[in-house]
């Protein structure tokens, strides 16, 4: 079974929900089938190329892997209908000579909806929510159709699932407002016809293609000795909030010094001196938190995020055994590419889409992934983060 991912943190999302339903999971950065993995979800990272860049990525992997790529395949896509959605699915559907897809990006439990042809979080159209102002993908629409645009030969239509008929062709755009619609678009899935959307549709797919395998190993998310280190890559106003409760529960918070949110050109001694006073902080306290400043820059948000994962090497080259708390997609790849690993297995998740996770070769550093729309688990994790530092702060000068 194989799935295909344009982002890590989705990569991740996916894979901890057919870890939960008790199968052999292997999340990887390109095509390594190792023969053990019942599953295998691969992270093309393409979402923030362009079109044409995606669709050649998307041929080379899907020619790679053959026309029968296990049991079924299924394509993540994001949920809020950023990234290359329909160029990417109609590679698919042409290699593989399949009819249709169903594509269904809502999460309706996480309060991601699609009615009328609209797309609603928590009730309100996206393009009025801090979507709007994505650095990458600014929403400037609600209409899931003007979202996605179109590739020239590859008919989109929106569709209830009592509208569908099994003679559409193309990409089948799905309403749905509840777990139960999404439900009856997974039995709508055949032979013929690609699955692709959401975290939520994945579930319902997954629950009607796959048996249960059995339990999923057991996990244990009490608070280790080992050092914490949040790495925020975003600059949304609830990356700042959460760095503003981060302050109040007493962690030590880092921005991205001046002269590397505003040179475009990378000065490697200047993340070194970030490095050297985060890693002060980190043997005082056992925890801290990194982010980037809400300030006007010239930097790219992929520089950015290259910046942070050369944070991230410099700290995990002192201080190896820890784990890393990173926020965003686009900041997860950069940090797991720089450190050179390319196959992550699950250890558990502390909340939906907030996954930990390590290489799987390695016994540490563990990472926990979150997409960067997603919010962290309830503050009372990030309060037994920083109890079980300072604890742990304690206890060093007793």
């Known amino acids: 079974m194989l799935v295909v991912a344009d982002d890590l943190t989705g990569a991740a999302e996916v894979a901890a929900i057919a ?8 999340v990887c950065t390109s095509v390594e089938p190792t023969g053990q993995a019942q599953m295998l979800v691969i992270d093309t990272n393409t979402r923030n190329l362009t079109s044409e860049q995606a669709s050649l990525a998307m041929k080379i992997l899907i020619d790679s892997i053959g026309s029968t790529p296990g049991k079924w395949l299924f394509k993540k896509t994001d949920s809020l209908l950023r990234g290359n959605i329909v160029a990417e699915i109609s590679v698919i559907l042409d290699r593989l000579k399949m009819d249709r897809c169903i594509l269904a990006p809502a999460n309706p439990s996480m309060g991601r909806v699609i009615r009328g042809g609209r797309y609603y979080v928590d009730g309100i159209p996206l393009d009025q929510t801090d979507l709007a102002d994505d650095p990458l993908h600014p929403t400037r629409s609600s209409n899931v159709l003007e979202l996605l645009g179109q590739v020239p030969g590859v008919p989109i239509r929106f569709r209830s699932p009592d509208r569908f008929s099994g003679d559409d062709r193309g990409i089948v755009v ?14 709508l899935v055949d032979n013929r016809t690609l699955a692709a959307g959401g975290a939520d549709f994945f579930r319902t797919v997954l629950q009607r293609q796959a048996a249960q395998s059995g339990s999923a190993p057991a ?21 700042h909030q959460f760095l503003v409760q981060a302050r109040q529960l007493r962690m030590p918070v880092h921005l991205m010094p001046a002269d590397l949110t505003s040179d475009p050109k990378v000065s490697l ?6 490095a050297g006073c985060l890693l002060d902080a980190i043997r005082c306290h056992n925890v801290a938190a990194v982010g980037i400043p809400r300030v006007h820059t010239q930097v790219t948000p992929m520089e950015l995020a290259t910046r ?6 410099h700290i995990l080259s002192e201080v190896d055994q820890m784990e890393l708390f990173i926020e965003g997609g686009n900041t997860a790849r950069a940090v797991v590419d720089r450190m050179g690993w390319r196959r992550l297995c699950i250890l558990g998740q502390y909340g939906p889409g907030v996954v930990r996770m390590r290489a799987i070769d390695r016994q540490y550093p563990h990472i926990v992934l979150k997409p960067g729309s997603y919010v962290w688990p309830q503050i009372s994790l990030l309060a037994q983060v920083v109890s079980g530092g300072l604890a742990n702060q304690r206890e060093a000068r007793s």
């Open 174 to 187: 799905a309403q749905a407002e509840d777990m139960a619609q999404l439900a009856c678009w997974s039995r």
């Open 308 to 313: 942070m994962a050369e944070l991230a090497y």
């Open 269 to 274: 001694a200047a993340i070194d001196r970030w």
């Open 19 to 26: 870890w939960q339903h008790g199968l052999d999971m292997e």
């Open 219 to 239: 996990q244990d998310l009490s608070p280790r000795q080992w050092p914490r280190l949040f790495i925020c890559g975003s600059r949304s106003a609830q990356s």
